[in-house]
């Protein structure tokens, strides 16, 4: 499994053998990953109401074609986290990519986050926001799929994918 990030400092680097492993991988809840979403959320005003984000490093991988993933927490998760949303993201991929592409994975990931305040009940409910959102093409406008092109190129070397596969690789 890996333990080092080439991309950051050296108080970083975290020891994999205290992480969990369940199903043959290992959940990392990554403070770094937080720190780094909270600084995309004020560049983009990205609002998520009163929404607890939990951010999640899944080594080695979450699949061989899956970079990330924004998952909306069951009432058990919820229960015994107090997150309402978790972002996973393949922990190998993540140890390789520069800091401008965390960011913009990032940014893509919490476009997905949509709580919508309910005004006959008076309370928050958590939604996800499908791709098709406006949001994601302006991503695309703003800064272009480099970034998208880099995940890809950099999950088909990791894990000596074809041409096809490659092209599969999604978040």
Same mark, same amino acid.
């Given at each position: 499994?890996? +333990?080092?990030?080439?991309?950051?400092?050296?108080?970083?680097? =975290?020891?994999?053998?205290?992480?969990?492993?369940?199903?043959? !991988?290992?959940?990392?809840?990554?403070?770094?990953?937080? !720190?780094?979403? /909270?600084?995309?959320?004020?560049?983009?005003? =990205?609002?998520?109401?009163?929404?607890?984000?939990?951010?999640?490093?899944?080594?080695?991988?979450?699949?061989?074609?899956?970079?990330? %993933?924004?998952?909306?927490?069951?009432?058990?998760?919820?229960?015994?986290?107090?997150? /309402?949303?978790?972002?996973?993201?393949?922990?190998?991929? *993540?140890? $390789?990519?520069?800091?401008?592409?965390?960011? $913009?994975?990032?940014?893509? $990931?919490?476009?997905?986050?949509?709580?919508?305040? !309910?005004?006959?009940?008076?309370? *928050?409910?958590? +939604?996800?926001?499908?791709? /098709?959102?406006? /949001?994601?093409?302006?991503?695309?406008?703003?800064?272009? +799929?480099? *970034?998208? %092109?880099? =995940?890809?190129?950099?999950?088909?070397?990791?894990?000596?994918?074809?041409?096809?596969?490659?092209? !599969?690789?999604?978040?």
């Amino acid at each position: 499994m890996s +333990n080092a990030n080439i991309f950051t400092d050296e108080d970083t680097v =975290i020891d994999m053998s205290k992480t969990p492993e369940i199903r043959g !991988k290992q959940f990392l809840e990554d403070p770094h990953m937080a !720190k780094l979403a /909270d600084e995309v959320k004020d560049e983009h005003s =990205i609002e998520v109401g009163p929404a607890q984000v939990g951010y999640l490093l899944v080594y080695p991988n979450l699949s061989k074609t899956r970079a990330g %993933k924004t998952i909306k927490a069951s009432r058990e998760v919820k229960h015994y986290s107090g997150n /309402d949303y978790l972002v996973e993201i393949s922990g190998e991929l *993540w140890d $390789m990519l520069d800091r401008d592409t965390r960011k $913009m994975m990032l940014l893509h $990931m919490l476009l997905h986050i949509d709580p919508t305040f !309910k005004a006959k009940n008076q309370e *928050w409910k958590m +939604n996800l926001r499908k791709p /098709d959102f406006s /949001d994601f093409y302006e991503i695309n406008d703003k800064f272009g +799929n480099e *970034w998208y %092109k880099t =995940i890809q190129a950099t999950m088909s070397s990791l894990y000596d994918l074809d041409p096809k596969k490659e092209s !599969k690789v999604k978040l």
